[in-house]
């Protein structure tokens, strides 16, 4: 079982579409795959066509704040080999309410461990949404994923955010993760009529070198329609722009275990 996490602390880069959409694209390929929304934004539970808005107990801030164990939480979505474990807003909460818990970074390692170890879990891939920030819902992820998928808006100023992304993996490989690796970087949102998505393309691969995945997310409005039908848009509309951007992505991102070795 791998857990990986979707991070990146700019908000609106993707990370959301890039989840559901990784998620059903894996579970097309008939991979059991649990998707957590650790955004109190609750945006991948209403893209995956469950609510926000119901009694937070029945969440994933139900198990952080020790009221529900995870496998209690665990819903199905409607579509095969896809389950989730919801968010809404009360999970903002979480920060204040553990202040005087020196080991709250770990809450969510020590139930996700204590639920892989459970006979029951059976899933392959555990996808983690994060917030748009550095807090400690994503540090919380980052202690607990065993690698990381950074989505990168090719839009001005998103080098910038990623340089202070970096020192943070950094500093939780050093002190809280040893084994945290950052799977690859995917672009998102290309226009191709644009110069500086080209621009922040060459930048980012010159940078970065093979860490950044070949596919390229391309901008496209369907992409953009298809949470408001709660469905992925490989679902929605399966031979868009996007959604074919999104089949290639998913095989990118298996074929890369055979690269980088299973522990990924
Ligand atoms: N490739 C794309 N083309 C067009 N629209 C997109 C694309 N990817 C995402 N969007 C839209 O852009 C908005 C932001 O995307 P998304 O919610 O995935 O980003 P996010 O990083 O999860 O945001 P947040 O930081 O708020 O959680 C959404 O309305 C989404 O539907
Ligand atoms: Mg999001």
Redesign the pocket.
């Known amino acids: 079982m791998k857990i990986i996490s979707i991070i990146?602390q700019k908000?609106?880069?993707?990370?959301?579409?890039?989840v559901i959409n990784l998620a059903a694209g894996l579970a097309l390929q008939k991979k059991k795959v649990l998707v957590i929304d650790l955004?109190p934004?609750g945006?991948a539970t209403t893209g995956l066509g469950l609510s926000n808005l119901e009694d937070s107990s029945e969440t994933i801030y139900g198990v952080l704040n020790g009221t529900k164990s995870l496998p209690e939480v665990i819903k199905h979505t409607e579509f095969k080999n896809l389950d989730i474990i919801t968010s809404n807003v009360d999970l903002s909460g979480l920060e204040a309410e553990t202040a005087g818990d020196n080991e709250r970074a770990f809450i969510l390692k020590v139930k996700l461990t204590a639920f892989i170890n459970d006979s029951r879990a059976s899933y392959d891939y555990m996808l983690i949404d994060c917030?748009?920030s550095l807090s400690l819902l994503t540090v919380m992820a980052l202690v607990t994923s065993h690698s990381l998928v950074v989505?990168l808006q090719t839009e001005f100023f998103a080098l910038e955010g990623l340089t202070q992304l970096m020192k943070t993996i950094e500093r939780i490989k050093v002190s809280l993760n040893p084994k945290l690796k950052i799977r690859g970087i995917l672009l998102?949102?290309y226009d191709k009529r644009n110069k500086l998505s080209s621009q922040v393309e060459k930048e980012a691969r010159d940078y970065f070198k093979e860490k950044v995945y070949l596919t390229i997310?391309?901008?496209?409005?369907r992409?953009?329609e298809a949470?408001s039908h709660g469905m992925p848009v490989l679902i929605y509309d399966k031979s868009c722009l996007?959604s074919k951007s999104y089949f290639s992505f998913t095989d990118e991102f298996i074929n890369q275990e055979q690269l980088i070795g299973g522990d990924a």
């Open positions: 990146n908000g609106g880069v993707g990370k959301t579409t890039t955004d934004q945006n917030p748009p989505p998102t949102m997310i391309p901008r496209n409005v992409l953009s949470p996007g």
